[in-house]
Each structure stands twice: as C-alpha cells, then as structure tokens.
C-alpha cells in the first residue's frame, strides 16, 4: 500500500459522516472508531477529526503486556487480538493520540484499522471516501508531501516567520497514515 | 555501634550479591536462561512421572508418542512464555502483580480479584458471552472440552493419575499414587470417569464445527481473518476430536475395527496439535490468567476509574495504572513529556486527541498556561486551504 | 428487478453474495449518488457502498446518506393499510381501505361540492409521482385543492426567480463548475450542516484562491471560515443586498454593457439603493460598515462570482424580493449565464426542484405552465384526455389551505409524502385544522406525525422499493434506482393514486402497468413548456450522467448553463429588483425582546420522520436544543444545560441550552426537526409573502424565560 490518509482540521465541517461510515465497514460491528470534536463549542464550531495514525513503532503495541496488538505487512496497526487481550486498557493511556477505544462488557479493545477489507484492494476507507470537505483524504504519499509543503508555505505567505523557538509550529507534524 | 551496623549492612549486602552471582554463574552454565526453564521443566515432569509411576513401574508404552510430544509442548511452551515474559510491558504487569500479592495490606483486594477473575473471567467467560450468545457458548465448548482432555490426559501420561482395581467391584483413583476416591466400577461416576474424554471430546468438537461454521458464513470476519492463524487450530482441534471419538467407536461399537491404525492416526494428530500448541492461536489458553492482574493492580473496584484527567478532570484510570504505562514508556523511549513537564498519559484519552488537534491547527493554549483558556482565533490560524489570495487584490486603492 | 449495477471500471468493493444497485440519495436535493448494498439471498438492504463515479459529488455522503438504507427494512416501517376505530389504528385489508375512502370521498363530493376534497402534496418524491400529484387531484379527484409542501421551502426562490429571470432553474450554472469561481457570496445557508456534501465545491474553490462571503447571523461553518462573515439580524436580507448594490453601483463594479444588453429597470433600481448608503445598511442589518464595504469590495472585484442563498432568506414574507435583490447583485455584475458564474438556490427536498415543476403547486400545471393561462390549460387538457373546461381553477397555498379547512371548504385531505403537523409554522393551528377534518387520508412509510391524525393510513415504499426520476438541485434529471420489491403490503405512491383514481371513476385516466409508462406522458405534458423534459430518455441519462432540462428534444444536449443568450421574460431581459426596505413581520418589542431563528442540523432531515428513526443520527442529536450567545444567557442567569422557556405570540416551549459565541447576541437558535411538544414550529410566525405564500418560519419575536 503506497496510499496515506491525510487529515486537515480547518476543513472540517463536523458533519460526523466519517463516524457513520466507520460503522459501515466490513467488521466494525456498527461501533465507529474514529472521533469528530468540538475544539471548543463555547467559542466557535470549529470541529476536527481523529482517527489512528497507524504509527510505525506504535506505543499501544508497547505497552500490551499480551502483545495483543498487531501491525500488518501494510503497517496497518490492527485492534487488539480478541483472544490475547486481557482488558487492561494500558493501550488507550498509552496512545499518545488517544485513539484505542475499549470496551469492558465485551472485553474488548477497537481501533481504526484503515477499513482494511478496503485498503487492500487499494480502496479509500469508508471514512476517507465520504468525508465531503476532505478533511480526511486517502491520498499518495507524494500528494501528501506536496499538500504540507504548501501548508508551509501559506504559513510564509500570511506574514508570520517561523522562529528557531516555535519553528514546529510551522512546519506541520508528520501527519498521515502511511506505509511503504 | 554504628560501625557494628555499617559492617552488619555491608555484610548483609554482600551475602546478597553473592547469592545473585552464584544464581547468575548458574545461570551462564545454560546456553540461554530459557533454556534453563526448560531443562527444569523437564527434570521436574520426569520426577513427577518417577513419583507417580510408582519409580516407572505402571509405564504405558503404548503412550510413548504422546509422552514424547508432550515434553515438546512443555519446552516450547516455556520458550514462548519466556519470550513473552521479557517485553517490557509483561514484566512490568508480572513484578506489579508480584509486589501486590506479597504486599499484605492488599490481601483482601488480591483474594477477591483472584476469585472474581477465575470464576467470571476464567470459568465463565461471561465477557464472550457478551459478544454474542453463540460466540460464548462455541469459545466455552472449545476452552473447557480441552482443558479437560488436557487435563485427564497429561494426568494419566505421566501418571499423576491411574486407577486401582480394589476389588472386584471397586476401583480406586490413585492421584500421584496416592489413594483417593474410590468407586463402584458399574456406577454412574465411573462411567463418567471412563468416558471422560469422550465427552470433553464431544464438547471440544460441537464448539469447533460451531466455530467453523461461523466463519464460513460471516464475510466481516474475513476481513481480518488469517487462514493459517485463525482457521488451521479448528481444523487440528478437529481431527485430534474426531479420531479421538472414532477410537471409542471402533472398539465399543464395531468390535475393534482397524482400532490400531486409528491409535496411531489419532496419535499422530495428537502429536500435531501438542507441538502446535505454543507457537500459535491457542497460545492465549496459558496467559489468560493474567488477566487477574488487571482487577489486582488497577481497579480497586471493576470498571471504576479514580485518576482524574490534568485537564478536564473526568476520571480516566487509575494512579497505579498510569505509573505503570509511564515506566513501560520509559523503559522504551518513548518521549511524551510536554513543555511544562506532565506527560500525554496524564491526560484522558479525549484531551489527548485535543491537545494533538489543537497543535496542529496552532490553537495552543496560552503561553506559559497550560491550564489556559483554549484560544481558537490566534491571528495565526491556517486555513486548511491550497491557495490564499492576497487581500491586496481587492484592496480599494487598487481601483 | 434493475439491470444497471455498479459502472465497469470504477474501483468498488464488491462483496459476496451481494449486488450494488446505483441510485441517489433520498434526502436533499444534492442528491448523492451511491450504491446500494443488496444481499442476494435474503433480499434485504444491508448497506451503502459510495459512488466514486457520480460527477457531482463524487462519492461523498452526509451522515444521514450513510445511514439512509436503514429506513428501508425498519421495523416500524407501516406495512398494511391502517384503519382507525375509536381513536385507534387497526389493521386492515386494501380493500376495506380503499372502500371507506371511496365512500367517504363521494359522500363528501356530493354533499359539499366536487372542492370538498383536497391533496397536500411533497417533493421528496420521484418526478413521475410529483406530475401524477396534480393529476390525480385535478382529474382523479376534481379538486382545486392541491397544493405541496414546496411552500415552505422552494417557492420564494420560485417566485423570485420568475419575476426576474424569467425561468425558475435552481441554479443557473452546473455545479461541478463552482471550483473555477472566483468569489462565493453565501446567504442563509448554512451550507455544512444542510448539504454537506456541496461542501467539496465551495473548497475546491478555496483551494483556487477563491474568496468566500458568508450572510448569516450565526458563524457557521462555512462563516467561520469565510473571508468576510455578515453577521446580519434575521429578516434583513433585502436590506443588505440593497447595500451591497449601493456599493457596487457607487464604485463602478457594475458591468454596464450587460446590464444595458440584458436587465431592465437599471434606473430605477440604482434611484432606489442611492439611499441604501453602508451606515443606513449597517443600522438596518447590524453587520457593521466596516464588513459592509470590505464584502462589496470583494465581490464587485471578483472576475466570476456566484450568488447563493436557501432558506435563511427565503422563509421570510418578503423571501420572494429577497430572492430578487440578490439575484439582482449577480446581474449588476454580469455573471448570470457565464462560466463558473451566475446564482443558485438550494433545493432543501430530494426533488425540490423537478417537484415543483410539474403541477403540483395551486396554480401550476406540468412544464411550468399555468392554469389561468387558457393555452396551457388547453395543451395540458389535450395530454390528460379531458375537455379543457374540466380542468379545476387555481386553488390556494399549502398554508391557506389550512384557513380553508378552518372556513368548512375543505372537508377530507389526502397527504402524501409530507408531514406539516412538523413543518408547517404556527403548528397548533394545523393540528387543530387536521382534528376538524371529516375524513383524512395519509400515505406514508412510517407513523409520521401528520399520520397519527389520519383516519385512514396507506402503506406506501420508500424511494428504494421504486424507480423513477428526480431532478437534483442543479436540474439535471437523474435516476432512481428500484433496489427491492415493497415489503409487506406497501404500495408505491403512483399505485395508491391509481387505485383511488378507480375508485373514483376515473380508472381510464390512469392506465399505467409501471413507471416508465408515466414518465412517456409526463415528458409530453412537460413537453413546450418552460421546463421541457421531452428530449431527456431514461437512456441519456445513463449515458450522459444525467440531463440539465431545458432539453426540448431527443438530439437536444440539455441545458448546462440557463440564460446564456437571454432570459425567459417577455421581452429576454432580466428585471432588476427595486425592492424597498420591508421590515420583518414580527420585530422585537418590549414583551418579546428577542428574535428567533430555527434550521436544520446535519444528522436530522425536514421534519425528521425517517432520521428519528435512525441509530446513528438520533444518538448524535436526540433532541432539539435553544442555542444562544453567553451575553445573551447571562442577562437570564443561564447556564449550558439549563431549561429555558421560549414564548411567541403564538405558543411557547422549554428546551435546552446550548450556548456559543458562534451566533449573534440577540438571538436564539433551535432546530426545527421534531413533532409535538418538541417542535419550534408552534412558535413560528405563518405571515406569508404575497407571491410565493410562503410563511416567514425565519423570523419572529420571541420572550425567553429561564424554566
């Protein structure tokens, strides 16, 4: 898989499609494993998306003491074995992201796995192929790098200079799900 | 007197170090420390076998197969736990859960999340249970149809158990050659003891067809389904079950036919699943009982959090719990401190999201507040868009 | 059941044991395309699959489209003929059905006169149904009476339209060409929440470079990201449009060789915004001078600009001079008939826009014509086999017809694919309306509010159980797709008009075995009119991904663009509007301080019958909510969560409190989606605009009491 998702904030609308549309995917149970929240309702509508960023050295992977949670050839970092987990949640603390979500009834910990019945095949992910404002996109890894590349450089263009102090605010993070 | 002390001390810590170097000189006489467990794992079942075959007097030759295959699945099993146990995040849970079961003042608590885990976790399952009814009786059927052939059979390999004919009447359960319950050879309960294996067997394989039967209908599981992983278990479990059962049938029902080539296909399916065993699916039967550790060490009552969130303030885990994924962190360098010096696991899971959110959209919060108000107009904000165009292009003067 | 699945070529997940069927969206009037996901064996919807292909959204899909298959195979899907007996509904055979209506619609007609009778119409239906809506009232029935839910939703754009253009297409330009647009300025819609997936464009667009205007008095969505946000008070839209032409006739952005070619009344309108100066404007709308100029100055310098509005100014009294102001912004401009130029309106409706093309309205006939035009009447009469004298006279408006029940003209309704006991304004006059009927008749798939006061229900099939075509907001015909056979004992709605059509008498009028055949007469009877369809085949449109009518023949390409050469009035130039300041029909006073302002969230649809049955959406957004600026709350001592009690003139209701500083300070907000107690709409003011009869549901004064 050669193909990244790709999220950028400002352009979403909140309309939650991404989280119906996680419920559609093949295995997902009808529970949705992405979020979609305010920033702030008090102060304006501005929403965001979240969903895993499939980390190549994953910290939920880390700090499973089952070693429940597996990563794919892809690099698609997969929910936590159903049979291994033992429901210590150690994976939702220690996501930096807060991504896993968890269970307890069912004793079990769920998390994006990149619709991975689609991605195979090299399909958008439901979320990704509904998201209408392209807040989520699944995108090449060379149209990633352009697209922060010029997320840069529109930074430039509005008059602000990156200093050695807050240089990383302008030079976005590493932002995709991707694999080589 | 304080010399006498300090000399005490330092004595005190020299017998320690030189307990810990014999231990670790031993240690060096092995190719690994794993291999150590395993060459005690071994001199440990033939002991026990010595004692129980009364000095290897009562050995069933015929059970050569299963007896070898057997010590294959001990070794294996401890190379894998071994392998397990050094991850950081194992050993971390394990040395917890140690220090909590020797530390006295949790007694109570580690008592009843021993007990409450056995029964619901362990016994009943209830967790698959509420994954679906059919789920749980299928999971339930497979776990304990083998635990229970597991059981009667490595019991009667190594001869941890046998029976005794006392009269002519009355057989006698011999555990580690030791008399126990006696039993009218007639009786219901000997029937059962006779048959034991036939009905684990059963159970083992009405749960094993359900279970394949429910992969071949539902498509989503086959999403991340892997043949050789998930599927080739059932097909073993199966043949072990229906070889096991055609043996019964041969020599109750059709008078011994071809009853010796069915033992060794039996056997040799045996052989199959027991060196199979540590290496894949079914792995998950011998560390399930970690589980207790989660009740033990992180939740004085179940799924109650008493952590509350730096930001929020809504209860998210436990301090105990929290300590422990920054030290397994740690041990792997993974750096999630922030600037003003708490670290991402402080946070509940939904403030996480948003602090990494607001980074990106450069909405931090105030300098040098962390606790701040969230600013959501900076004078900075990037629209997420390709192309600005500059105001100067509608700027009046322009006309 | 349907030959034509997925498109060869385009990358889909095709799983097995199932088969993807392409149809549309049944909510707004985007008009998704998706896939269905049909299982072979069972027969049974099981999913949604998107529909990567489709040229205008291009597989993106709001919640409520992802969650629209559920609504097929719901439980509490009607499957029989319901009968109430004392007070309550009870199964029963289509025959016994049929049998009480035919009774009690005779009985009726000939006690109080053929008018007696009457249809209440909707537009979330396919174009063959909507064309047999007036049909059936006119002939099957002979009633003047029919009348659609579009009056709260489409008319003003209609009228206002109409009045100036000359046709009333939605849109005047494709909306795959937004992306080229230099320059969107936006009013009353919020356009994240009630077409999301229209969204695309507008950033596409920003990606470009273009610049983005957003009127509306909350910060939106789109607002929040606009270059200039109007924040003006509700109801003074023509106040603001007359602002902006002010500006762009003070500082020469207006295009004269266009205007002078192409618009008449040019000198009157300029007389008449002279007075329209930034501070008259910033006084009357609120928005502040500053934003006034800085907006005008952005759009007159705009090369390609587009002009778009929906409800927010069109559920006014005066929705239909709004429309004409604004329209008349584009024309000063020269944009209307230009690539990636030109304005639109929003269809809310699935079919909003072929829905109200095609007789269903009071006084219109199918292809826009008119029924006080003898000409029309005549060609109209000559399709459907009757004598132009039988043929009703124009009856009233949706609203209207509810005083004409109150007067005892109006004795029996039939409801079809519509909830007003929701949507209508001033709601407790409805129901009141609806109780003193004689005989009601509802069709519809779920117990809908307005169904709980029917004394017959028939059990009619969602848009999956039924082909046909609809006409998205752009105008361009697409097709509906028939996904599965009607469970239970539903019928479609053309078969529920038929079988009471023979009931009536009238059998012969209706002769179809299927839809196909109504389409054949409906693309005749459209046939010369303004909107002709007869060149547009359920064969183009697979072909050509739809057809933008005008399309007058077989060879004809469809109309992308409107208005390219000239405009439909009598003479081919537009009218400039020249519209003075109107004030809303209710303004706030000393007893009711306040205004009130009621929308749509994205999870719910119209009056939400279907989504408040869906898992996803109700859990979202169970109920409505009070949303309110903090300046606002704390002169009330409200806090987020509190109960507050909102009263209108007319009724009052207690809700919860939502606060934000997304929204102006000196109003309150609430969704309209829900019935009963819960609905904002027994607040609403019904004042009317004298065109389009469409209710000011936008505005009105309202007191705030903390509950």
């Avoid at chain 1, 968890?102 to 192929?129: G, L, V, W």
């Avoid at chain 3, 009232?137 to 206002?160: E, I, K, P, Q």
Wanted: with cysteine; net charge neutral; charged share 25%.
């Amino acid at each position: 898989m050669n193909k990244i998702m790709y999220l950028e904030f400002e352009r979403c609308i909140g309309c939650r499609s991404c989280q119906a549309a996680c419920r559609e995917c093949g295995g997902h149970d009808a529970k949705e494993r992405n979020y979609v929240e305010y920033v702030d309702f008090f102060e304006s509508r501005q929403t965001y998306p979240m969903l895993c960023m499939q980390c190549k050295d994953p910290a939920c992977a880390r700090v499973c003491p089952a070693n429940a949670i597996q990563i794919t050839e892809d690099g698609v970092v997969l929910s936590a074995m159903e049979e291994k987990c033992i429901g210590c949640r150690n994976c939702t603390f220690g996501c930096p992201f807060g991504i896993p979500k968890f269970d307890f009834e069912e004793n079990k910990m769920y998390k994006c796995d990149m619709c991975y019945d689609r991605t195979q095949h090299d399909i958008a992910p439901m979320c990704a192929s509904v998201c209408p404002s392209d807040a989520i996109r699944f995108i090449d890894f060379d149209e990633m790098q352009a697209l922060r590349r010029r997320r840069t450089q529109m930074n430039l263009i509005e008059g602000k200079k990156p200093t050695e102090q807050d240089k990383w605010q302008y030079v976005p993070e590493f932002f995709g799900v991707y694999s080589d | 007197m304080n010399n006498l002390e300090r000399a005490y001390s330092t004595s005190n810590v020299e017998t320690v170090e030189d307990t810990k170097f014999n231990i670790k000189s031993f240690e060096k006489s092995f190719y690994s420390k794993t291999s150590m467990y395993a060459f005690f794992a071994t001199i440990f079942l033939v002991f026990t076998m010595w004692i129980g075959t009364g000095q290897f007097a009562k050995i069933d030759l015929m059970l050569a197969g299963y007896m070898i295959a057997s010590f294959v699945f001990v070794i294996g099993l401890i190379v894998r736990v071994a392998a397990w146990l050094v991850r950081p995040a194992t050993k971390q849970l394990v040395k917890t859960s140690i220090q909590n079961l020797k530390s006295g003042n949790r007694s109570k608590r580690n008592v009843k999340s021993i007990v409450i885990t056995l029964i619901e976790n362990i016994f009943l399952q209830k967790f698959i249970f509420k994954r679906g009814i059919y789920r749980g009786i299928q999971h339930w059927l497979i776990a304990w149809g083998c635990i229970g052939s597991f059981a009667f059979t490595f019991g009667l390999v190594f001869g941890w158990v046998h029976f005794r004919l006392i009269d002519a009447t009355t057989y006698q359960i011999m555990v580690f050659n030791i008399p126990m319950i006696s039993m009218h050879a007639n009786g219901f309960f000997a029937a059962i003891m006779y048959n034991i294996l036939n009905i684990t067997a059963l159970m083992v394989l009405v749960g094993v067809i359900m279970a394949l039967v429910r992969r071949l209908h539902n498509n989503d599981l086959k999403v991340t389904e892997r043949a050789e992983f998930d599927v080739l278990p059932l097909y073993i479990l199966l043949a072990v079950t229906v070889t096991g059962l055609f043996l019964t049938v041969s020599y109750k029902f059709l008078g011994g036919f071809i009853h010796p080539e069915l033992a060794l296909i039996h056997q040799i399916t045996v052989v199959l699943f027991l060196i199979y065993f540590p290496f894949g699916k079914l792995f998950h039967l011998p560390i399930r009982p970690l589980a207790i550790g989660v009740p033990m060490n992180y939740q004085e009552e179940h799924m109650v959090d008493t952590r509350s969130c730096k930001k929020c303030g809504t209860k998210y885990s436990s301090d105990d719990q929290i300590s422990d994924v920054k030290a397994i962190l740690h041990e792997q360098q993974f750096d999630l401190q922030l600037e003003d010096g708490s670290y991402l696991a402080d946070y509940c899971p939904s403030c996480r999201r948003r602090i990494r959110a607001m980074s990106q959209l450069n909405l931090g919060s105030v300098k040098g507040n962390p606790y701040g108000p969230v600013q959501t107009n900076n004078g900075i904000h990037i629209p997420g868009f390709g192309r600005k165009r500059s105001d100067e292009f509608y700027n009046k003067e322009e006309k | 059941m349907t030959q034509f699945l997925a498109k060869e070529g385009v990358k889909n997940l095709h799983r097995e044991g199932e088969k993807l069927i392409t149809t549309h969206c049944c909510y707004c009037g985007m008009q998704c395309g998706m896939h269905i996901r049909l299982n072979e064996k069972t027969g049974k919807v099981v999913g949604v699959e998107p529909r990567y292909d489709w040229p205008v959204t291009l597989g993106k899909m709001c919640p409520k489209g992802v969650t629209a298959y559920q609504t097929v195979d719901h439980e509490e899907r009607i499957t029989t003929p319901l009968i109430k007996k004392n007070g309550q509904f009870v199964k029963a055979s289509w025959d016994e059905a049929l049998d009480l209506i035919e009774k009690n619609f005779k009985e009726l007609q000939s006690k109080h006169g053929k008018d007696a009778l009457s249809v209440y119409g909707g537009v979330s239906m396919t174009n063959e149904k909507c064309y047999l809506v007036g049909k059936y009232a006119r002939v099957g029935l002979g009633t003047r009476f029919v009348d659609y839910n579009g009056r709260f939703c489409m008319s003003s754009a209609a009228g206002g339209f109409m009045k100036t253009l000359g046709t009333d297409r939605g849109s005047t330009l494709p909306w795959t060409e937004l992306e080229h647009t230099d320059c969107f300025f936006i009013s009353g819609w919020n356009a994240a929440e009630c077409l999301p997936t229209s969204i695309q464009w507008l950033w596409k667009a920003r990606d470009k470079g273009a610049k983005m205007i957003v009127a509306d008095p909350r910060e939106t969505q789109i607002a929040r990201l606009a270059d200039v946000h109007l924040d003006l008070k509700s109801g003074t839209d023509s106040a603001l449009a007359n602002g902006m032409l002010h500006i762009i006739i003070r500082d020469g952005y207006v295009d004269e060789e266009y205007v002078n070619e192409r618009c008449n009344n040019y000198d009157e309108l300029k007389e008449l915004v002279k007075t329209f100066t930034p501070e008259y404007t910033s006084q009357l709308t609120g928005v502040s001078v500053e934003k006034i100029e800085k907006a005008a100055t952005i759009y007159g310098k705009s090369p390609r600009s587009v002009v778009m509005f929906c409800r927010g100014i069109e559920q006014q009294r005066k929705g239909v001079d709004n429309v004409c102001t604004y329209t008349s912004m584009a024309l000063l401009r020269g944009q209307i008939g230009k690539f990636a130029s030109g304005v639109s309106t929003v269809t809310g409706q699935g079919n909003g826009q072929g829905g109200r093309e095609h007789g269903q309205k009071a006084d219109a006939l199918p292809g826009y014509r008119k029924i006080a035009d003898p000409e029309h009447v005549k060609y109209v009469a000559g399709v459907w086999g009757i004598q132009p004298e039988e043929m009703p006279k124009a009856g009233v408006s949706a609203f209207e017809m509810f005083d004409e029940i109150q007067n005892g003209n109006i004795r029996a309704m039939h409801v079809m694919c519509s909830n007003p006991a929701v949507s209508a304004p001033n709601t407790e006059y409805v129901w009141d309306s609806f109780r003193k009927l004689d005989f009601m008749v509802v069709s519809d798939f779920f117990m809908s509010e307005t169904a709980e006061f029917a004394d017959v229900i028939l059990p009619a099939t969602t848009w999956a159980e039924d082909e046909g075509t609809t006409t998205n907001l752009e105008g361009r015909v697409i097709r509906i797709r028939k996904v599965k056979d009607p469970i239970g004992e539903s019928k479609t709605d053309w078969e529920i008009m038929k079988a009471i059509a023979e009931r009536m008498g009238k059998g012969s009028f209706f002769p179809y075995e299927n839809v196909p055949q109504i389409w054949e007469e409906f693309r005749l009877a459209s046939k010369g009119g303004k909107a002709d369809y007869y060149g547009i085949t359920y064969d183009r449109i697979d072909k050509e991904d739809g057809v933008f009518w005008p399309c007058p023949s077989e060879d004809h390409p469809g109309t992308p663009t409107m208005f390219k050469e000239k405009f439909d009035t009598p003479n081919g130039k537009a009218n400039l509007a020249t519209v003075a300041w109107q004030e809303p029909a209710e303004v706030p006073s000393a007893n009711y301080p306040h205004t009130l302002t009621t929308g749509r969230v994205v999870f719910h649809y119209l009056s939400g019958t279907q989504t408040r049955r869906v898992k996803f959406l109700m859990e979202q957004c169970p109920l409505p909510y009070a949303e309110l600026h903090p300046e606002l709350a704390s002169q009330y001592n409200l806090v987020n969560g509190d109960k507050i009690k909102l009263t209108t003139p007319r009724s009052s209701m207690v809700l919860d409190v939502r606060l934000t500083k997304a929204i102006r300070n000196d109003h309150v907000f609430v969704p309209y989606h829900w019935g009963k107690e819960l609905s904002v709409n027994q607040l609403t003011n019904p004042a009317l605009d004298p065109t389009s009869r469409m209710p000011e549901i936008k505005v009105c004064a309202v007191k705030i009491e903390k509950a």
